[in-house]
């Protein structure tokens, strides 16, 4: 086995957290999808499917490396939102603890001298860059907009701020 047992409980407990964000984001797409907000609503369901392969590439990893796979029961996710800024303001909240929590798994994989681990969190440190910045971008101009979801719907048209996975 190339995995220590404890590595592989954090792993399990991340893929947990992954089809989490996965499950939350198709909730948030659905608020949207429900006010006729297309563009939001398409956001949402795009992090939703990368949130569910980053769940897999987890997944995999452990696979590779001979260890078990053990999901942990999942949350339900919050299907209820006063308003749009909430929403996105909810994932980002969410976004930063994850980063925390990737952090966390390569400061374990770093104390334990797991270069394989080491090798393949990197992809997901560079991974939440990129996901607290698309999702700071979205709040501001959620903010911006004040009430008019009508220029982010434009904005999100003219400028997607999350690349296709």
Request: aromatic letters at 10%; a negative charge; zero cysteines.
């Amino acid at each position: 086995m190339l995995i220590s047992k404890e590595l592989e409980l954090a792993i399990n407990e991340q893929i947990g957290r992954e089809f989490s964000a996965s499950l939350q984001y198709i909730n948030i797409a659905t608020f949207f999808d429900s006010d006729a907000l297309p563009q939001l609503a398409a956001f949402f369901y795009r992090q939703s499917d990368e949130e569910r392969m980053h769940a897999m590439k987890f997944v995999h990893y452990l696979v590779e490396t001979g260890g078990e796979i053990r999901i942990p029961a999942l949350p339900q996710p919050k299907a209820d939102f006063v308003s749009t800024e909430t929403a996105v303001q909810l994932a980002l909240d969410w976004e930063n603890e994850v980063t925390r929590q990737i952090n966390a798994l390569m400061d374990l994989a770093i104390e334990q001298n797991d270069h394989l681990a080491q090798d393949f969190l990197r992809w997901f440190i560079r991974e939440q860059l990129e996901e607290v910045s698309s999702m700071t971008t979205l709040l501001h101009t959620v903010r911006r907009s004040k009430d008019n979801l009508l220029m982010v719907e434009d904005f999100l048209a003219r400028n997607p701020i999350v690349p296709e996975a």
